[in-house]
């Protein structure tokens, strides 16, 4: 068997299992110091008091039969069956009055017949005395005392340590079964985070349970899958953009070859592409600017609400230089526009909100072919404004349209140099409308076409 093999089999008790023990032990500790005063507190002390009473009850009728020798006797006789007490009654100076003891107990010392007066004084050093002596009177000069002859106490049994021993063997066996309840799932958790640490994505700590342990090991599960779809979604944001960059600067590459050999003409001809080519990439480094700062200023997260520069914004003026770049970005497009006569202003932020309607607008051109139109629509809607932005393009299957606004998704996954994109614009755009106060709702058919509706509150509030 391989040394691996024998850690397996034979491992040493955790620290948890230690933990579990001790705690067992500190649990029967208590237990006995809750049974002890219990005991003391329940049963001893109401014996002891009812033990007083009763020698209490009986000395005073002893001390009333005195001078009645015969009913004295009778009296101690009766304590003897009832009680098991064993009396001797003997005057002030140590005479005999009565028995009932084979052998009377003996008198007590002149010093010891004085310290009957004072019951507060501490009984005289040496081993507790095997007898209890009680004045006649109780209050005043003593007459006579009596002594009782008290039980030994009885030695401890001979199995008290068989039973700790038992106890002891009970508490370690329930703390090892509790323990072994504990142990294995905390350390499998503790393998599946150094796992997943290490670089092992798709490792899960899979196991379902009814307790504590069951909810850290879903929420760890959960929190896994979200880590391990932000870091793709990076690497798919990283491929992206290298693909878009690619095929631009291969053009521009292209296009100085050709001017540097000396073919002006051909590399004029190029210069539309460039341009064209150069705009997008223009595009898309703002859009990855602005989501890293959104990001920043929203402490790292994708769902977070970005900050806000709020100002007037004349809605009529925002519209029409969306129009504008729209027109001279897509000039194989029709643009149809449908505004209301007067449309309330907003308090916004010109720039991302202008984003906003740039992102719609563009995918509804990107999306559609050329010579199909796009409609912008902006009406009053109630206490607000709503926007519509629709094409006539391919559309959206079922399946992609609940996903279409998260980040890095791209509806159509070929690459294609006319949809390129790193699936950023639709969220931005839903970040920027809901911290707006609005909503961004899509309705699509696959080859009938998208409708993007935005809705915004009058006056926009953080």
Not at 150 to 155: A, I, Q
Not at 221 to 233: K, N, V
Request: net charge neutral.
């Amino acid at each position: 068997m391989s040394t691996s093999q024998r850690g397996v089999s034979f491992r040493r008790p955790g620290r948890l299992l230690l933990r579990i023990y001790m705690v067992g032990l500190a649990q029967l500790v208590l237990v006995s110091l809750v049974l002890f005063a219990a005991r003391t507190l329940v049963l001893e002390r109401p014996l002891k008091h009812g033990f007083a009473r009763n020698v209490r009850y009986n000395v005073q009728e002893w001390a009333a039969l005195r001078h009645d020798p015969a009913a004295l006797q009778a009296s101690l006789e009766r304590a003897a069956r009832s009680l098991d007490a064993r009396v001797t009654l003997r005057d002030a100076s140590g005479g005999l009055i009565a028995t009932n003891m084979a052998q009377p107990a003996p008198p007590l010392s002149a010093t010891e017949v004085e310290a009957l007066t004072e019951p507060q004084r501490p009984p005289p050093p040496g081993p507790p005395r095997p007898f209890l002596a009680v004045p006649i009177p109780e209050r005043g000069p003593v007459e006579a005392y009596a002594i009782i002859l008290m039980r030994p106490p009885e030695p401890p049994p001979e199995n008290t340590a068989f039973i700790v021993c038992a106890v002891l063997v009970c508490t370690a066996i329930t703390s090892l079964a509790f323990a072994r309840t504990l142990a294995p799932p905390l350390q499998r958790l503790a393998r599946v985070a150094r796992d997943f640490g290490a670089g092992k994505l798709d490792t899960r700590a899979g196991f379902r349970r009814d307790d504590e342990l069951g909810e850290v090991a879903e929420a760890f599960d959960e929190m896994a899958g979200r880590i391990t779809h932000l870091l793709r979604s990076q690497k798919e944001l990283l491929a992206n953009v290298s693909h878009e960059l690619r095929t631009p600067l291969a053009r521009i590459r292209v296009a100085l070859d050709v001017a540097s050999e000396g073919d002006a003409a051909t590399a004029r001809e190029m210069l539309s592409d460039i341009t064209e080519d150069l705009s997008e990439l223009e595009r898309l480094v703002e859009d990855v600017l602005t989501t890293a700062r959104l990001d920043l200023s929203t402490g790292g997260t994708l769902a977070g609400t970005p900050p806000l520069r709020l100002e007037h914004v004349d809605t009529r003026a925002l519209v029409d230089k969306a129009v504008s770049r729209f027109r001279a970005n897509r000039p194989g497009h029709r643009l149809e526009v449908d505004l209301d006569a007067t449309l309330p202003a907003l308090e916004a932020d010109p720039v991302l909100l202008r984003r906003v309607l740039d992102n719609l607008l563009d995918n509804a051109g990107k999306y559609s072919e050329p010579g199909t139109t796009v409609r912008l629509l902006a009406r009053v809607d109630g206490p607000g404004l709503r926007f519509e932005v629709a094409d006539e393009g391919i559309g959206i299957d079922a399946g992609d349209l609940a996903r279409v606004g998260t980040p890095f998704f791209r509806t159509d996954r070929s690459r294609a140099r006319k949809s390129g994109g790193v699936g950023l614009g639709l969220a931005l755009a839903r970040r920027i409308v809901d911290a707006h106060g609005g909503t961004l709702a899509l309705e699509s058919r696959p080859g009938g076409g998208t409708t993007a509706r935005i809705t915004l509150p009058a006056s926009a509030v953080p």
